[in-house]
Every structure is written in structure tokens, then in C-alpha cells.
């Protein structure tokens, strides 16, 4: 069945430094690859797409790289502030639209 | 421009009990997808509804249905309720070949 990974402890990291999460996918050829960022008590929202004919993608702060040999995507923010502080979803998705999450890594920065 | 709305944004009902959410999309989106998320979980996919139909559907029991009307907005119906579906419950929408779900801030169920 479809897996996808997430580290599922919680990233610490200084202010001002980059973050860097993993997501790794199983049995699943996605031609998108979606992350969200979700806070508490709230509905995700979307931060990046890449598709499968992309390398990396950046917005900002962020920047994703999608690798379809490795089933890998990694997302990084730089100069992180205390309000990155959040739990970061990696949402793979097929060409029918189907999107599904992984479990989610929280990030914690510390001022 | 309004977002998704969710209502009702808590809900207690007893086990056995029957359930209805009901979700209006983002204007301009046609495509509405459910999911169910536990406490430290991701968004589980329940149903994605397009053009009133039940397109992609992901692993729950026929407890769990929907509808999708024709201005888009969407219900999901949940009968004979469980404790174990206690969770918040996550509508999102978006416009085909375009980038990115707009989610809901959800629905809170809990079933006692």
C-alpha cells in the first residue's frame, strides 16, 4: 500500500537557521508533490507544489526538491523565525487529484 | 473572498448516533475532498467528490458517504457512530489543474 514518511520527531532548531524536513514515499508514482503547513486546531495550509518534471522549486524562504529516484522530497526554510514554529505536512498527489498526507513533522525554533 | 467553510465546528453526538458536516468551497472551486484527522495524525483521505460524483475514495467503511451539490458545496454523512471516530474532520477544496487545496479550519466530532 501507499506509505509516506515523515520524521515523527519534532525538529529544535536555533533562529536564524535553516530547517530542513524529509518526506520519503513507497509504492506510489505521484506526479505532484504538495506541502502544507498546519498549526494547531487549524486546517492545513498550502505552501509549495512540485511536479515530477521538477527539481527544486523555491517561494520565499522555502525551497523543495522532488526526487523520483529516491521516492524523496525535501523541504527547507532558511532563516528560520519562531513563527516557522508549526507542523509541516508532505502531501504527495496522483493526476486524479487524490492528495495524500503524510503523518507530519512539527518544527520547533527557539529565539 | 471567503474560504472554505466548515459547519458545524464542534459537534457531541452519543455512539450510534448519525452525523452530517457540511463544507462550502472556495469560490471558484469544484472539487471537494474529505478527511478525517486524529489527535498526532496526518489528514486521512476519506472521499474526493467532482461534478456531484464520488471520484477517489480512500479506506473507510460505507458509514462514511457524501454528497456534492450543484453550487459545489458538500456533505459527509457518517452513521452508526463509533468512539474511535471522535477526530477533526477536514474538508478542502480546489480548482482542477490548478495549484494547492484550501482546507477548512474543520469540524471537531466527538462521539460519546
Known sequence: ?111 | DAGVTQSPTHLIKTRGQQVTLRCSPKSGHDTVSWYQQALGQGPQFIFQYYEEEERQRGNFPDRFSGHQFPNYSSELNVNALLLGDSALYLCASTERNRDGYTFGSGTRLTVV
Open chain 1, 1 to 111: 500500500s501507499q506509505k509516506i514518511e515523515q520524521n515523527s520527531e519534532a525538529l529544535n532548531i536555533q533562529e536564524g537557521k535553516t530547517a530542513t524536513l524529509t518526506c520519503n514515499y513507497t509504492n506510489y508514482s505521484p506526479a505532484y508533490l504538495q506541502w502544507y503547513r498546519q498549526d494547531p486546531g487549524r486546517g492545513p495550509v498550502f505552501l509549495l507544489l512540485i511536479r515530477e518534471n521538477e527539481k527544486e522549486k523555491r517561494k520565499e524562504r522555502l525551497k523543495v526538491t522532488f526526487d523520483t529516484t529516491l521516492k524523496q522530497s525535501l523541504f527547507h526554510i532558511t532563516a528560520s523565525q519562531p513563527a516557522d514554529s508549526a507542523t509541516y505536512l508532505c502531501a504527495p498527489m496522483d493526476s486524479s487529484y487524490k492528495l495524500i498526507f503524510g503523518s507530519g513533522t512539527r518544527l520547533l525554533v527557539r529565539p
